[in-house]
């Protein structure tokens, strides 16, 4: 079965400090990982996802298979990236996609 | 940019009683999915819907629950006869194919009293 763990409900950072979300899989086979975004009072958005190993917002992700983990990283925060992230597997050959609790990301200025 | 519509924003029904939501994905998407996240948890997956059939469909979707696409622009969920834990915020995704990622509605806020 799948299993998505996000540990950290609630991180706060300063402006300009690194921020790390974790996320931690369980899945037998190979994953596709999401990372999505809710700002307030909007709808949930997709933020990256790993197979296209892009920079969104400054934000990146890499998989690492060994650990089963897609951190989302980010080198300075900006106020403007408070929200909540959720992060996301899809099983092999499903559409479906199993999310973590989320993190609620507080940047303080 | 294309967004899915979800209506109503907000629905109170009574229990036992019927309701239907309603989304209107991305035109050109062809894959379709309710969540639902009930307060304080996580998303979780109900169905999902390719070519006018159910592809997917999770334990919480139940003999309780149906889809429809009525007609080209459409996707209803409807709960039979809902009961107090179905409380919950529904959101309605589409994509175009299964490596996209979703878009997603803003969600219909679903209170049983």
């Known amino acids: 079965a799948q299993r998505v763990t996000q540990p950290e409900k609630l991180l706060s950072v300063f402006k300009g400090a690194p921020v790390e979300l974790k996320c931690n899989y369980s899945?037998?086979?190979?994953?596709?990982l999401f990372w999505y975004v809710q700002y307030s009072r909007q709808r949930l958005q997709l933020l990256l996802r790993h197979i296209s190993r892009e920079s969104i917002k400054g934000f990146t992700a890499d998989l690492n298979k060994g650990e089963t983990s897609f951190h989302l990283k980010k080198p300075f925060a900006q106020e403007e990236d408070s929200a909540m992230y959720y992060c996301?597997?899809?099983?092999?050959?499903?559409?479906?996609?199993?999310f973590g609790t989320g993190t609620r990301l507080t940047v303080i200025p | 940019e294309p967004e899915v519509t979800q209506t109503p924003s907000h629905q109170v029904t009574q229990m036992g009683q019927e309701v239907i939501l309603r989304c209107v994905p991305i035109?050109?998407?062809?894959?379709f999915y309710w969540y639902r996240q009930i307060l304080g948890q996580k998303v979780e997956f109900l169905v999902s819907f390719y070519n006018n059939e159910i592809s997917e469909k999770s334990e919480i979707f139940d003999d309780q629950f149906s889809v429809e696409r009525p007609d080209g622009s459409n996707f209803t969920l409807k709960i039979r006869s809902t009961k107090l834990e179905d409380s919950a915020m529904y959101f309605c995704?589409?994509?175009?194919?299964?490596?996209?990622?979703?878009?997603f509605g803003s969600g219909t806020r679903l209170t049983v009293v």
């Open positions: 996301a597997l899809q099983a092999t050959g499903a559409n479906n996609l199993f």
């Open positions: 995704a589409s994509n175009l194919d299964r490596a996209s990622g979703y878009t």
């Open positions: 035109s050109n998407h062809l894959y």
């Open positions: 899945y037998s086979g190979s994953p596709e």
